[in-house]
C-alpha cells in the first residue's frame, strides 16, 4: 500500500514532466527513472501503467515508453444539436446551486448534508471494510432491494417490507415517484416555499408544477382544494413533517384535512419525509404514511441526511397498485441500488452505533442552530429569521424588502460564504427575499466567521 | 465480529419463535435465553435489540421485552388507484425478465452478467475494503463523478473527462440519455432486435419506439432513413460493436452511412457499448463516438458487464451542448453516484488486475461460448444458430416455425432452467420464435445440463 501511494505520487509528478513534452518523445527508462525518482523499478512499472491506462504515454514493448500523441479529430460543429435538443426542461442554474458545495476554502452555511465530523465516518468506514470484504456486498439483490434492509426500513414506518423500494438516496425517489405516478405534462401541486430538488425532480420528469403557499402550520388547505380543482392534479408534494427551507410542520388539524382532500380528489401524496431522523427537540411527528390506510401517501425517506451524502440510499414507501407499478417500473430504470451500499445501511441500522450517532448528532444540531440563530440575531439585525425549527438543518431568514437574494448571495459566495439564495425555494418569481442558512455544514466557529462576513455585504 | 454472527443467528431463530407467539406475550429474560442459546448476556441483548429494530419486539425498560402487536390499520380501499395511475408505461412482464435470475436452484441459460467464478471478486473484495476503510470513498464528489475516474473512463475511449457523466450503471445511463435527450412522446429508433432494457428504458422516458430491422451487418440503412424521414426521430438506439441479442457488429459501410444519416436528420445515436471489454476473437471496434467530432453520438458504457452486476456503475460520453444538459440535469436525477463505488471502479481499472481479469475473462468466455454452441447443435438438433458471435454474452437462436418461444420458456423455468424469450428482443409481435441463450452466467456442467432439460421440453 506504500509502494501504491507512492507510484500515484510519481504518476502525478511524471503527469506534469509530459505536460511539457511532445507527442511522440521518448520516456526514459525504468531503471534511469528509478535513480531520479528514488524509488523501485516496480514502482516506476506502476506509475507508467497509470499513465497508460489515462492514455498519457504508450509503451512499445522492446523500444520503450513514448509520449501519446493527442489524435486530433476535425474541428467540431455542435450548431445541429440546437435544433434536435429541444425545450430545456431542467433549470440549470437551480440544478448547479443543488450539487454546489463551493470549494474547500468556502464557509458552508447553505447545504442540505452533515459536515464530515457530525457524519459517523468511523463507523461507515468500519462496517465499509467489512462488507466488502464479506461478500456480502457483491451479491445481488431483488431490484426492491435486499428483504432484510426493506424489513428494517419497513420497521422504521410500521410498514409492510413489501412496500418498501430501495432506491440511490432521496432525489432518485423523488424523481422516480413523481415520474412514475404521473404522466409527462400532468400537473404537480407543492407548498411554497418547497425543496429546490423537488422543484427540479417535476421539471426533470416533465410536469407541470403548481404552489400553493403555506403558513406556520403548513400548506394552506383551502388554497390547495382550489388548486387541486383548477389544475385537476393527481400528486401533491409535501414535507408535512418539516419542510425545507421553512421548518413548519403540518398541524394535525391540516393533515386530516390533506388527506380528506386526496381521498376527495383520488390524488397522491408525495410525503417528502428527509428530516425523519433529524428532529432536534421532540421525537419526530409521525409521517403521514402512517394514517393513511388507502394508499394515497407515497413516501420518500432518506440515509443520506441523518448519516452522509456520500451514503446513496433512500427508499420509497408505497402500497396498492401505485407500489406495484413503481416497484414493477424500477428494474427499467436501474437494476437494483449497490447491493454494497444496501449492505452497508443495513448494517448500520441495525447495529448499536445508529441510535449513539444519532443522540450524538441531535445534541451537536441543537447547538449548531443555537449559535446560528444567535449569530445572525446579533450581527444581522436587519434580517428576520420569523421561526427557529424544531427539526432539519435550515434556517429561514427574511431579508429587508429590496434587497435581492441572489445579489446577497453572490456577493457572500465572493466573500467565501455560501448561503442559500431563496429564489430556487420558489416555483416562480419569489415574493420577497430570503435567504435559508444550514446549521449543519458548518461548525461552530465557521458560523460565527460567515455570519460575520455577510454583515459587510448586507 | 464472531458475536456479531452469533447474535444473528439467535436472532434468527427468535424471529421464527416469536412468530408463534400472540403479541404482548412476554419473552423470558435476558439470562435465560442467554442459558437457552448457550450465549452470553450481550449476544442476547444484541439479538434482542435487533429484532426491536424491526418492530418485532418492544423492550419496556424494568418490566420485559414483548412480542409487538401489529397495529392493525382499518381495511384498505386502493379502487381509486386505478383511475388516479393512468396508463401503464412500463411493460412489466418485459421487466421482470430484465431483474429476473430465477432462484440458486435454476440453471442460468440466460442472464446478461458474469457467473460469480467470472467475476474478481477477490479484487472486488481487497479493492472494496481498502477503499472503505481509507475515507476516500466517502466524500462527495461533483455530481458528473469523480474527476480521477473521468479521465480513466474517458481514456478508454479517446475523449476527453469533461465528456463523461458517471451513471449508476448503463440501464440507468440509457434511461437518463434517452429522456434528457428526447421529450416526452417523441419518437426513437432501434434495430429490430434490440434489447429489452433498451426498450424498457424508451417506455419509462415515455418516448414511441420504432423498430427497424437489422441483418449480419447491423441496422439496414436504407430503412432506417425511411423510419427517421417519416417519424422525425431524433433519437436513434443501436448496438453499433456487438448486438444484444444477435452479435451483429455494424458494418464499416453502414457505420459511415448511419453517422451520415444522422447529421443529414439532425439526430443523435445513443451507441449502447455494452460488450466493449467482452470481445472474445480480436479487439472490439472502435466506438463509434471515435469517428464523430459533430456530437451525435451519445455513448453509454457499462462495468457492471465484464466486473459484477453488482458494481452499480457506467457512464454516459456526450460532447456539445448535449453533454452540457446531461451534465446539468443530471443533479436533478440523482446527486451523484455513491463516491465509494466510483473508487472502487478507479481503483480496479488502474490495478494490474485490470488486464488480468479481462485476459482470464474471455479465455473462459471463449470456451463456455464453444461448449454451448456445440450442446446447442448436438442436442436440439431443431434450434437454428444463425451466428456465432466474436464478442459479448449471447447465442440467439431460432426455434422452429410454429413453436411458442413464451411457451418454451415457461416450460424451461419450470424444469429449471433459465432461457430469454425471444419476444421480448422486438418492439411489437416477434417475427419469428427464437430463444436468447447466455454463456457468461452459467459454468460448464450448467450449460449441458439445461441444454439437456431443454430437449425434453421442444
Chains 1, 2 share one sequence.
Not at 507527442?23 to 531503471?31: D, M, Q, S
Not at 383551502?222 to 383548477?230: I, N, S, V
Not at 440515509?303 to 424500477?330: C, E, F
Request: charged share 25%.
Amino acid at each position: 500500500m506504500g509502494n501504491d501511494n507512492r507510484s500515484r505520487e510519481i504518476a502525478e509528478l511524471m503527469r506534469r514532466r509530459i505536460a511539457g513534452m511532445r507527442a511522440g518523445e521518448r520516456l526514459p527508462g525504468v531503471r534511469a527513472l528509478a535513480a531520479e525518482y528514488r524509488a523501485s523499478a516496480a514502482t516506476i512499472s506502476s506509475a507508467l501503467s497509470s499513465l497508460t491506462v489515462l492514455g498519457l504515454v504508450r509503451a512499445e514493448p522492446g523500444r520503450g515508453t513514448f509520449v501519446a500523441g493527442q489524435e486530433r479529430m476535425p474541428e467540431s460543429d455542435f450548431s445541429w444539436q440546437s435544433q434536435a435538443l429541444g425545450r430545456v426542461r431542467v433549470d440549470a442554474d437551480r440544478a448547479s446551486r443543488l450539487g454546489s458545495y463551493g470549494t474547500p476554502e468556502h464557509l458552508p452555511l447553505s447545504w442540505g448534508y452533515l459536515s464530515p465530523e457530525l457524519q459517523p465516518g468511523e463507523e461507515l468506514r468500519r462496517i465499509g471494510s467489512r462488507a466488502a470484504r464479506s461478500g456480502q456486498g457483491w451479491g445481488m439483490t431483488p431490484p426492491a432491494g435486499s428483504p432484510e434492509l426493506r424489513r428494517v426500513l419497513a420497521a422504521e414506518y410500521r410498514a409492510e417490507p413489501s412496500d418498501v423500494l430501495v432506491v440511490s438516496g432521496g432525489q432518485q425517489g423523488l424523481v422516480f415517484a413523481l415520474r412514475t405516478l404521473a404522466e409527462p405534462g400532468a400537473a404537480v401541486i407543492t407548498e411554497s416555499p418547497s425543496y429546490p430538488g423537488a422543484i427540479l425532480a417535476a421539471q426533470s420528469a416533465g410536469l407541470r408544477l403548481s404552489a400553493v403557499p403555506a403558513d406556520d402550520d403548513g400548506i394552506l388547505v383551502d388554497r390547495l382544494a382550489d388548486e387541486l380543482e383548477r389544475t385537476k392534479a393527481r400528486v401533491v408534494y409535501l414535507q408535512p413533517s418539516c419542510a425545507n427551507p421553512t421548518g413548519a410542520v403540518l398541524s394535525a388539524r391540516r393533515r386530516a384535512q390533506v388527506l380528506a382532500l386526496a381521498s376527495a380528489h383520488g390524488a397522491f401524496i408525495v410525503e417528502d419525509d428527509w428530516a425523519r431522523h433529524l428532529w432536534l427537540d421532540r421525537s419526530a411527528p409521525d409521517p403521514l404514511f402512517a394514517e393513511d390506510p388507502d394508499g394515497h401517501v407515497v413516501s420518500v425517506l432518506t440515509l443520506s441526511k441523518p448519516v452522509s451524502p456520500s451514503l446513496r440510499l433512500g427508499a420509497i414507501l408505497a402500497r396498492g397498485p401505485a407500489g406495484a407499478r413503481l416497484r414493477a417500473s424500477r428494474t427499467a430504470d436501474d437494476l437494483c441500488v449497490s447491493p454494497l451500499v444496501q449492505e452497508i445501511a443495513l448494517e448500520l441500522l441495525s447495529s448499536s452505533a445508529w441510535p449513539r450517532h444519532l443522540r450524538r448528532l441531535r445534541a451537536a444540531l441543537v447547538g449548531r442552530r443555537e449559535a446560528m440563530a444567535d449569530a445572525i440575531r446579533s450581527t444581522l439585525p436587519d434580517v428576520r429569521l420569523p421561526r427557529i425549527p424544531s427539526g432539519g438543518l435550515h434556517l429561514w431568514a427574511r431579508l429587508p424588502e429590496g434587497l435581492d437574494s441572489a445579489e446577497v448571495s453572490a456577493a457572500a459566495y465572493a466573500a467565501g460564504v455560501l448561503v442559500g439564495d431563496g429564489r430556487h425555494f420558489f416555483v416562480d418569481e419569489p415574493p420577497a427575499p430570503h435567504l435559508r442558512f444550514s446549521y449543519g455544514a458548518a461548525t461552530g466557529p465557521q458560523i460565527t466567521e460567515g455570519i460575520r462576513r455577510l454583515a459587510q455585504h448586507l
